[in-house]
């Protein structure tokens, strides 16, 4: 996955206050049919670019797969890179809903535990179009500066985070809390890219319990975890 997501999953997990995070641009405004339009077109070509890819994908395919003339991709968006960056925020946006641990849940294993779950159901869900994000961050320096910041910012927040509870004198105040987010995030995130992108065969739920467990013992936290529903869908990628 991006490099920001399992930090962000864990960041949440935490219970920390900061919701920095990539935000959309400016938008001229629109008529309640324009921004249906609108989304019909970020909807199109989403699925234009996690099939072709961002080289590949011509304006024409978004309007076709839209069901619109070619012309009306234009009315909204100056050109393919807009559209692109228009989908790479909507992602963002809905990364950041689809992570959002309410503070109902207090207990910090229970945290990590629906944290991890709710980890890896999203990156199976967006792993195409992260994957696209990626590769054009190879070659467009601001794709690439975006996932570093965004790592970095959510990385900032899991340290927060342990520090936090290293305060509360429920972690081992002797323990790097820098290099432990890092560690733990990079953990589970080079795992979900093994196993959902990668195609490693894993029991979903053994999954989250595990890497919950690593998480919490390398805390030194209990490490008995509830066990809700998994809905975690591998990636067809």
């Known amino acids: 996955m991006s490099p920001a997501t399992a930090a ?42 996690e099939g072709k890819g961002y080289p590949d994908t011509r304006i024409s395919d978004i309007a076709n797969e839209a069901g619109v003339a070619h012309g009306t991709v234009y009315t909204y968006f100056e050109d393919k890179a807009a559209v692109f960056q228009s989908v790479v925020y909507e992602l963002t946006d809905q990364l950041d809903r ?47 500066k975006l996932l570093a910041d965004f790592r970095q910012r959510y990385v900032e927040r899991a340290v927060a985070g342990i520090g936090r509870l290293q ?3 429920v972690v081992d105040s002797s323990l790097d809390p820098y290099l432990a987010g890092s560690a733990l995030c990079a953990m589970v995130e080079g795992f979900g890219r093994q196993w959902l ?3 490693e065969r894993h029991d979903p739920q053994v999954v989250s319990d595990t890497l919950t467990r ?24």
């Open 197 to 199: 992108v990668r195609g």
């Open 98 to 144: 689809e992570w959002r641990i309410g503070q109902d849940l207090g207990d910090p294993v229970a945290r990590i535990a629906e944290a991890n779950r709710r980890y890896f159901d999203s990156y199976s869900r967006h792993s195409r179009l992260l994957a696209v994000v990626e590769q054009v961050g190879t070659t467009e320096p601001k794709y690439r």
């Open 8 to 49: 962000d999953s864990q960041s949440a997990a935490l219970g920390t206050g900061d919701t920095s995070r990539p935000t959309s641009p400016p938008r001229d405004p629109l008529t309640e049919r324009g921004r249906r339009t609108r989304e019909a077109l970020l909807v199109a070509a989403r699925t234009v670019f």
């Open 214 to 237: 690593l998480w919490a013992s390398a805390l030194g936290l209990p490490t008995a975890i509830p066990q809700p529903e998994v809905a975690i869908t591998r990636s067809t990628q």
């Open 167 to 169: 305060r509360d004198g």
